[in-house]
């Protein structure tokens, strides 16, 4: 499934991005066979043991071998990324069909993340399609995300974003279901998908969601470590 800054733009903001970032289910997925497949459509390792690095960080560190384009593959292992992958649909990108994350699984994503970036996805995401979004679930996985990282002030820092994006544009009336209501019965997502733009750059390291990834994933070295820093109790 495609999630990331390509998601983004599918779901209607546009703007450019630097990379691809995707995931697959972490249960029943061999990383080494994986790896292997993706090698075969010219899709490189980008470090030294990246199955290794994997296997660690949930993240597979890729590139493009043809464009040099860079690609993030996450494994997903926490339930709300899992719930995304399910909830899915097909979009058409440049005339190939992938899944893509619905704008509501967009924005937990961001919210793990929590760059400058990823707060403007959010608030414009939310100004497109948060008529349509289970604000509750989304509040609920802020939370959550917010519990298992130790970052307790992003619950109120999200509720601030939420508020701006909530604001009435300029000549705009607001198209809001009540405080605390379930999403519109109007069709979700249907904003027009802008063409994704990728941009080469330098990748940074990966972002703060595989701190959450690691406390969701069995047990290695480092996912323990990282369980007993971040969860309750």
């Given at each position: ?31 080494e066979e994986l790896a292997g ?197």
């Amino acid at each position: 499934m495609i999630i990331g800054g390509i998601a983004v733009i599918a779901r209607g903001v546009p703007r450019l991005t630097r990379d691809i970032d995707a995931t697959v289910a972490g249960a029943g997925t061999d990383l080494e066979e994986l790896a292997g497949v993706l090698r075969r459509h010219q899709f490189v390792a980008r470090i030294e043991d990246a199955v290794r690095f994997a296997q660690q960080n949930h993240v597979l560190l890729l590139r493009h071998a043809p464009s040099g384009v860079e690609v993030d593959l996450s494994v997903a292992w926490l339930p709300f990324e899992l719930e995304a992958i399910a909830a899915s649909d097909v979009v058409q990108i440049h005339g190939t069909p992938v899944p893509v994350a619905r704008a509501e699984d967009l924005v937990i994503y961001k919210v793990a993340a929590w760059r400058p970036q990823d707060q403007q996805d959010i608030e414009r995401l939310i100004a497109i399609h948060g008529a349509h979004m289970d604000l509750r679930r989304v509040r609920a996985a802020v939370r959550d995300l917010a519990t298992t990282l130790d970052e307790p002030q992003r619950v109120e820092e999200f509720e601030k974003v939420l508020t701006r994006a909530r604001a009435p544009r300029s000549g705009e009336a607001a198209a809001w279901p009540p405080e605390g209501a379930g999403p519109s019965t109007r069709n979700r997502e249907t904003a027009p998908r802008a063409p994704a733009t990728v941009k080469k750059t330098t990748r940074k390291k990966p972002s703060s969601r595989v701190a959450a990834q690691r406390a969701a994933a069995p047990d290695s070295a480092s996912s323990r470590a990282t369980r007993g820093r971040t969860r309750r109790g």
